[in-house]
Structure formats: structure tokens, C-alpha cells
């Protein structure tokens, strides 16, 4: 079964910090673009970052730049999403989703998502 799964969530004081990891399940990631995008309650969901395959380019919204970083290490078939400074606002579930081409292409996998939650 093609899958990706996320971990690494939590609960975490604001400025506080978290580690999201992205790995796949029957597939390779290192031959996709790899993005993730978080939805809170009554929300759409939205995108965060997203990483070519080669991890050479990379882009965040503007709500997260300066916050958190995007990485990749294909020797491990593993996607990062590096969360610091966090805000309560940073609540959502995050999801990773696979791009075949490149960031701006279409998704065709989507993780099963990973709470996050920033409260004091």
C-alpha cells in the first residue's frame, strides 16, 4: 500500500519547538517534490513549505517564513518540517503530500496528518 506518514506532533508551549518527519510506506520520496500543509478547525487547508526533489529549492508561506525550515534527506526517504518559534496559531493537523513533478504540480499522496497544538 502507497502511504505517507507523518509524526512528530504534539503539544508545545508557544515559542516553543517540533520536529515534523515525513517518510513514505511503498514508495521512494526521494522522486517527489514534498510539501506540507496544515488545516485547523473550520479551516481550509493551507500550504506551509514544500521542497523540490532534489531539495535545492524550496519555498513557506509568509505566516512561517523565518520560523520554520524545510529539509530533506534522501538517504533516509525522509522530509522534515523544522518548527520554531510557535504560535498558538500554529495549531492545526499538518499533513505531508507527495508531488511527482514539482511543487506547484498536483498532489497524489497525502499522509494521514499529525496534530500539532501550541497552548500554554
Known amino acids: 500500500q502507497l502511504q505517507l506518514v507523518e509524526s512528530g506532533g504534539g503539544l508545545v508551549q508557544p515559542g516553543g519547538s517540533l520536529r515534523l518527519s515525513c517518510a513514505a510506506s511503498?514508495?521512494?520520496?526521494?522522486?517527489?517534490?514534498i510539501g506540507w500543509f496544515r488545516q485547523a478547525p473550520g479551516t481550509e487547508r493551507e500550504g506551509v513549505s514544500c521542497?523540490?526533489?532534489?531539495?535545492?529549492?524550496?519555498n513557506y508561506a509568509d505566516s512561517v517564513k523565518g520560523r520554520f525550515t524545510i529539509s530533506r534527506d534522501n538517504a533516509k526517504h525522509t522530509v522534515y518540517l523544522q518548527m520554531n518559534s510557535l504560535k498558538p496559531e500554529d495549531t492545526a493537523v499538518y499533513y505531508c503530500a507527495a508531488k511527482p513533478m514539482r511543487c506547484t504540480g498536483p498532489t497524489h499522496y497525502w499522509g494521514q496528518g499529525t496534530q500539532v497544538t501550541v497552548s500554554s
Open positions: 521542497i523540490s526533489r532534489s531539495g535545492g529549492s524550496t
Open positions: 511503498g514508495f521512494t520520496l526521494d522522486y517527489f517534490a
